[in-house]
């Protein structure tokens, strides 16, 4: 039995969750345009891949998105660790390059907790902290009955939960209403 959606997201506040797979860029998109206030997204400047922040605007206004390049992941976790424990960005969004360790992860949480911020770190697939509160997996689907102009329907997977079980759920971002739509799994 899956647990109700409404149970496991939006992600659970003053705790770092992760995401991975091919739709987790568009998973940290619909968390900021929940937050309804400034984003921090980290990322590191050698990454060949760039944020274009008007890409984001089916999602939110990118006037509320702040983006910090640093050199590496030690210093992304030094400036996220930093915004986490200072609490004035509620959504704190870091892309991960490597394995983070326990002592960097358990750092992370206890920064969200003193601030009462929510981070979310963009993981490589089979990456990950023991330290993380949840762990989602989001991919795209093939949808032969979407509509022209609708988004992509994916498949976000609750892959790990320290406060509850296991789930997935199927869900379509509605760009004109800004809200995420859960969508039946039995058209398939």
């Not at 860029?25 to 274009?52: H, K, P």
């Amino acid at each position: 039995m899956t647990p109700d959606f409404a149970k496991s997201f939006p992600l659970r506040r003053a705790r770092v969750h992760e995401v991975c797979g091919p739709s987790a860029a568009s998973f940290a998109a619909v968390c900021a345009a929940r937050s309804q206030s400034t984003v921090l997204w980290i990322r590191e400047a050698w990454r060949a891949e760039n944020l274009n922040p008007l890409g984001l605007t089916p999602f939110f206004d990118p006037v509320r998105l702040l983006v910090a390049q640093v050199k590496d992941q030690v210093e992304g976790l030094a400036v996220a660790e930093e915004a986490l424990r200072d609490g004035s960005t509620p959504l704190v969004i870091q892309q991960i390059s490597e394995p983070m360790d326990l002592i960097h992860g358990r750092r992370l949480q206890l920064s969200a907790k003193a601030g009462k911020s929510t981070g979310l770190c963009i993981i490589p697939d089979g990456m990950g902290s023991n330290a993380a509160e949840s762990r989602w997996h989001c991919t795209p689907i093939f949808d032969p009955f979407s509509a022209p102009g609708d988004s992509t329907l994916q498949r976000w997977e609750l892959i790990k939960n320290k406060s509850g079980t296991l789930g997935s759920w199927h869900v379509r971002w509605d760009a004109a209403a800004r809200r995420l739509n859960l969508v039946s799994q039995t058209r398939e």
